[in-house]
Structures are given as C-alpha cells and as structure tokens.
C-alpha cells in the first residue's frame, strides 16, 4: 500500500481553486492524489482499471459542478468527499449492472447523493444541448461554438466565415441561435 | 432606447454579457431593462442559455483535459494494486491502530488483574486439604503436655514430634492401605495406627498426584493379614442424595460423620471429586466415604472453607483407575481387592463396628 502523503488544508484549498480555474498542472495533481484511492477501492470491488478510470473522471466532475456553483467548502478533508463521491458512485454503477453489493471499508465517509444528482441533471442538459447542436448543422453549430463558447468577436465570424461586413455575421448568428433554441426546448 | 427587433434585442443582450458595450451603452440597456418586465425576463432566459452552452462548452474541455492527464498518468504504478482479501487491506490500514489497542487491552487486563489483587490471591484460597497438623495442637496444649511429660518419657523416651495426621483404610487384606498424597508428599517416614493401638511402618509404594491418592504398604514384620475385608469399591457412579458416611481420625480417636452425596462435581467444578455434605475436619483426609450398602464410593481428600458442609470426596472410579494404573510386578504382593461386599443388610451401627478396624489412623513425620 502506498503511504498516503500527509496533506494539509492548504494543499486541499489549492486543488479546489485549481478545479475552479481547470488549471492543467492542478488537474495533474488531483490525478496523483487520489487516482490511486479511487483505483484501489474499484479493483477491490469487482471493477478494472477502466471503471476506475470512469469512476473517478465522474468523480472530479462532481467536485467540479460543486465548486463552480461555490458550495464547496472544505468542512472534511478532500480526500474523504472524493472517496465517498467515488464510492456512490461505483455502487451505483454496480447496482445498474444487477450487482447489490455494499463495500466494507470501515473508513470515514460523508453523504454524497444531492452533489451526484445534481451532477446527474447536467449530465442530462448537457446531453440535450449536445444533441440540439448536433442537429443544428453548418455552419450553425460552428459559428455558435466559435462566438459563445470561444468567445470570437463578430469581426473574427466575418473573417473566418467570409461575410462581407458584420452586420450579415450577426444576422446568421441571430438566425442560428434561434434555431437552437428551438431545437433545444423542443426536447 | 428604441428596440426595432428582436435581433437587435439578441445582440445588444450578447454585447452586454460579453461586456462589449462601453459604460453609457451598457447603464442605457440596464436602464430599459428594468423599465421593461417582459425584456428583462427575456434578457434572463438568453443569459441562462449562454451560461449553459459556456458550461456545456467547460464541462466538455474538462473531460478532455482529464482524458490527456489519465493518458499521461503511469498507470503501471496502479498494477501493483492487486486484489487483496479485505482482511489483508484492513491490516495493512490499521495495522498500528491494531498494535495499540491489542498493548492497551494487554495493559488493562493485567493492570486490573493486579489491581484487584486477583495475582496475590490463591485461587484455591477457599479450599482446604485436610491432613491435620500436631504441631498446632502440640502447641495448644503445651500446658498439658508438661504435666504429662515425664509419663511420656517412660513410656516412648525422647519422641519426635509427628507432623500430620490423617486417615487412611485397608485396600486388600495384605497390607495395602490408600490414603490421599497430600497427606504423605512431605513426608520422611510414615506408620499407620490401626483401632486397636497397633502402630506399623509403612511405605509409600504409588502416589498420584493429579488424583490426591497415595497407597502405602505396610512393611512391619509383626503386620498379620487381615482376612477378608468387609467392603468393595463402587464400580458405577453414585447418586446425588445417596446417604454416605466416613470414619475418619480428626482425633486420637475414630470418628464417625455422616451426611449425603450433594454434588456430582467437586471443588470449582472438579469431575474428579465428589461433593458430600459430612462434617470433616483436618485428619479425615483419607477417610472412606461409604454408602448405606457400605461401598466405598470415594475417599474425603478436602473441604471448602467458609461454606458449611461442602466436602469433597475423590471418585471410586478415578481409585480405581489409579489402582489399575500401578505397573504390578512393581509390587511385592498383588493388590487384590475385594470383590463380595458382607456389610450390605448390617445396620448403620453393626457396619461401623466392622468397618472401623480396617481404618487406620496415618502418622507422617
């Protein structure tokens, strides 16, 4: 068994605050930290290391949906929330297999279910937005990704896409924003 | 502020959230917004949808990003993680906790033990063999002693003062005599007085300390055989209830104590002893306890002090037994016991008579 290192609040504070920024270098840290917990507790308990993998991707979004709506603060340790994050979340995905197992760990765990719903509800807008954008088409989808998602100016949509002045950008823009709505409230 | 259309609306509200318009532009939408209720709720569904493409959008970016750093990860380091019984896993976890609490158990169970005085106490405090000790009485009736010194120094000249006393009784008619081992363990010389003053030496041929049993042989040249003895050994278990009595030397003199057999267990639930309710004292040790058909069923060997009436009795069977177990070409003569019982349709006082000369008084020094 690796020795966990001895972490402290401050070192739980800064992987927080990385999530919240999605800092690459912290998301790293994150992964050594605690993938190798999470990956224990799923091969333990009839998984493989690509369950592990998923189990603990889920994981980091849950944490991830609950620090960016600002309602994580650190009342346990980190390391506790993502194991029982992670711990729900793996039983939960035995239970859809038709496996009713309980995992006997005898550590220190805290209620998760309200933090995985609500992970479970964006999971399901984000499935609708997905589907609504895939439907949506060219160059609909792209010019709505490049100006609300990558933020790109209207100046930019006129150069990529060839509009001979902005106002023609910002009518196809307009046009195509509609339609998603549409589409994506139709559901 | 003039709203043509609703594009117009749509990109004015995206200039805003972007942050686009300069600061009179964005306090004159601000404005018209709170004027309008139905733009401004207009203005908030349009927000909320931007917000869920931008999170859509992040959500997606992060799980790239998890997917490149899982990619990069050494996943190697993670196939040393084989699967390990739970016990092991909880081991390995608390291992140290483990290790405490086991020397904190130790400690507190030792450290109570000790507390509670249960190590300077002889857990068979409450149980007592009964050998009867001279020298206390010798002491106790000093007085006496001196009026009656110079009798007894014609009598025996200077006499070495004897250590114990105890009973013991005739196993067969050649001279073999049982009594209990405590009585005889220490001793340097034993010799046996029989009901009709006769003293004779004797020698300890088997002792069995597990059991208390010790039988001695007397060795003295006048020593006549007794003839046939009048009792057996009860081959079966008795019952509880069953009437019993001894013959026992508490003193000088023959001593005839009766009770019944209470208990099947002895001492702390001993099988090997009976629990007879007679009222003994130190010297019966040794004594026969016999039934109303005059079968030996066991011999007295201790009593529990502070209780009244709780003596214990060694089994016929484990006697027997013991009896069984003496290699017999050891022996000079064979032990034969008695198999025909003659004192069965006697009554209590004609069976006393007939029993006591077989009953010995033993003096070890």
Same mark, same amino acid.
């Given at each position: 068994?690796?020795?966990?290192?001895?972490?402290?609040?401050?070192?739980?504070?800064?992987?927080?605050?990385?999530?919240?920024?999605?800092?690459?270098?912290?998301?790293?840290?994150?992964?050594?930290?605690?993938?190798?917990?999470?990956?224990?507790? &799923?091969?333990?308990?009839?998984?493989?290391?690509?369950?592990?993998?998923?189990?603990?991707?889920?994981?980091?979004?849950?944490?991830?949906?609950? &620090?960016?709506?600002?309602?994580?603060?650190?009342?346990?340790?980190?390391?506790?929330?993502?194991?029982?994050?992670?711990?729900?979340?793996?039983?939960?995905?035995?239970?859809?297999?038709?496996?009713?197992?309980?995992?006997?760990?005898?550590?220190?765990?805290?209620?998760?279910?309200?933090?995985?719903?609500?992970?479970?509800?964006?999971?399901?807008?984000?499935?609708?937005?997905?589907?609504?954008?895939?439907?949506?088409?060219?160059?609909?989808?792209?010019?709505?990704?490049?100006?609300?998602?990558?933020?790109?100016?209207?100046?930019?949509?006129?150069?990529?896409?060839?509009?001979?002045?902005?106002?023609?950008?910002?009518?196809?823009?307009?046009?195509?924003?509609?339609?998603?709505?549409?589409?994506?409230?139709?559901? | 502020?003039?709203?043509?259309?609703?594009?117009?609306?749509?990109?004015?509200?995206?200039?805003?959230?972007?942050?686009?318009?300069?600061?009179?532009?964005?306090?004159?939408?601000?404005?018209?917004?709170?004027?309008?209720?139905?733009?401004?709720?207009?203005?908030?569904?349009?927000?909320?949808?931007?917000?869920?493409?931008?999170?859509?959008?992040?959500?997606?970016?992060?799980?790239?990003?998890?997917?490149?750093?899982?990619?990069?990860?050494?996943?190697?380091?993670?196939?040393?993680?084989?699967?390990?019984?739970?016990?092991?896993?909880?081991?390995?976890?608390?291992?140290?906790?483990?290790?405490?609490?086991?020397?904190?158990?130790?400690?507190?169970?030792?450290?109570?033990?000790?507390?509670?005085?249960?190590?300077?106490?002889?857990?068979?405090?409450?149980?007592?063999?009964?050998?009867?000790?001279?020298?206390?009485?010798?002491?106790?009736?000093?007085?006496?002693?001196?009026?009656?010194?110079?009798?007894?120094?014609?009598?025996?000249?200077?006499?070495?003062?004897?250590?114990?006393?105890?009973?013991?009784?005739?196993?067969?008619?050649?001279?073999?005599?049982?009594?209990?081992?405590?009585?005889?363990?220490?001793?340097?010389?034993?010799?046996?007085?029989?009901?009709?003053?006769?003293?004779?030496?004797?020698?300890?041929?088997?002792?069995?300390?597990?059991?208390?049993?010790?039988?001695?042989?007397?060795?003295?040249?006048?020593?006549?055989?007794?003839?046939?003895?009048?009792?057996?050994?009860?081959?079966?278990?008795?019952?509880?209830?069953?009437?019993?009595?001894?013959?026992?030397?508490?003193?000088?003199?023959?001593?005839?104590?009766?009770?019944?057999?209470?208990?099947?267990?002895?001492?702390?639930?001993?099988?090997?002893?009976?629990?007879?309710?007679?009222?003994?004292?130190?010297?019966?040790?040794?004594?026969?306890?016999?039934?109303?058909?005059?079968?030996?069923?066991?011999?007295?060997?201790?009593?529990?002090?502070?209780?009244?009436?709780?003596?214990?009795?060694?089994?016929?069977?484990?006697?027997?037994?013991?009896?069984?177990?003496?290699?017999?070409?050891?022996?000079?003569?064979?032990?034969?016991?008695?198999?025909?019982?003659?004192?069965?349709?006697?009554?209590?006082?004609?069976?006393?008579?007939?029993?006591?000369?077989?009953?010995?008084?033993?003096?070890?020094?």
């Amino acid at each position: 068994m690796n020795k966990v290192e001895r972490r402290t609040l401050t070192d739980d504070n800064d992987l927080v605050e990385g999530l919240r920024r999605g800092d690459p270098s912290l998301l790293e840290r994150l992964y050594k930290t605690f993938f190798p917990t999470v990956t224990r507790l &799923v091969l333990n308990n009839g998984g493989d290391i690509d369950d592990a993998k998923d189990v603990f991707q889920e994981t980091v979004l849950v944490l991830y949906d609950k &620090v960016s709506i600002g309602d994580f603060n650190l009342s346990s340790k980190l390391k506790t929330y993502i194991y029982s994050v992670s711990r729900n979340i793996w039983l939960k995905k035995l239970n859809k297999k038709g496996i009713f197992s309980d995992i006997a760990d005898y550590v220190e765990k805290i209620s998760t279910d309200d933090d995985i719903e609500r992970k479970r509800e964006l999971d399901l807008q984000f499935q609708m937005m997905e589907s609504a954008l895939l439907r949506l088409g060219e160059p609909c989808q792209t010019i709505i990704r490049d100006f609300y998602m990558h933020n790109l100016s209207m100046q930019d949509l006129c150069d990529k896409f060839g509009y001979t002045n902005p106002e023609n950008a910002k009518t196809q823009k307009y046009k195509c924003l509609q339609r998603l709505k549409r589409l994506f409230f139709a559901q | 502020m003039d709203m043509k259309s609703d594009q117009e609306f749509m990109d004015l509200s995206d200039a805003y959230i972007r942050g686009e318009l300069n600061i009179a532009e964005a306090m004159e939408f601000e404005n018209y917004l709170s004027t309008h209720e139905e733009s401004y709720s207009r203005f908030k569904r349009h927000q909320e949808f931007v917000e869920k493409l931008k999170a859509y959008d992040q959500r997606n970016k992060l799980k790239e990003e998890l997917d490149k750093v899982h990619k990069q990860y050494d996943i190697a380091v993670l196939t040393q993680i084989t699967k390990r019984p739970v016990i092991v896993r909880l081991w390995e976890k608390y291992k140290i906790n483990a290790l405490v609490a086991a020397s904190v158990a130790i400690l507190a169970v030792f450290s109570t033990l000790w507390v509670t005085g249960f190590y300077s106490k002889d857990d068979r405090s409450q149980y007592m063999a009964l050998r009867r000790d001279m020298n206390n009485i010798q002491q106790n009736v000093k007085a006496q002693n001196a009026l009656i010194t110079n009798i007894n120094r014609n009598k025996h000249g200077i006499a070495a003062p004897s250590h114990y006393g105890a009973t013991g009784f005739a196993l067969s008619s050649n001279g073999y005599v049982m009594t209990t081992y405590h009585v005889i363990k220490d001793a340097d010389s034993v010799y046996v007085q029989s009901n009709q003053g006769n003293s004779y030496k004797v020698k300890v041929v088997f002792t069995d300390p597990a059991y208390d049993i010790a039988i001695l042989q007397i060795v003295d040249q006048e020593f006549k055989d007794l003839g046939t003895l009048p009792y057996t050994f009860k081959q079966s278990p008795a019952d509880v209830g069953e009437e019993v009595y001894t013959i026992g030397f508490p003193r000088e003199e023959p001593v005839y104590g009766r009770g019944y057999l209470s208990s099947n267990t002895g001492y702390s639930g001993d099988t090997l002893a009976y629990q007879v309710s007679i009222p003994v004292n130190p010297g019966n040790s040794g004594g026969p306890v016999l039934d109303h058909r005059g079968n030996i069923i066991g011999v007295i060997n201790s009593k529990q002090m502070e209780t009244d009436g709780a003596a214990f009795a060694i089994k016929s069977d484990y006697l027997l037994k013991a009896i069984a177990e003496i290699p017999q070409d050891s022996l000079e003569k064979k032990i034969a016991l008695n198999k025909k019982n003659m004192l069965g349709y006697l009554s209590r006082t004609e069976q006393i008579k007939k029993v006591q000369d077989y009953i010995y008084m033993i003096k070890v020094y």
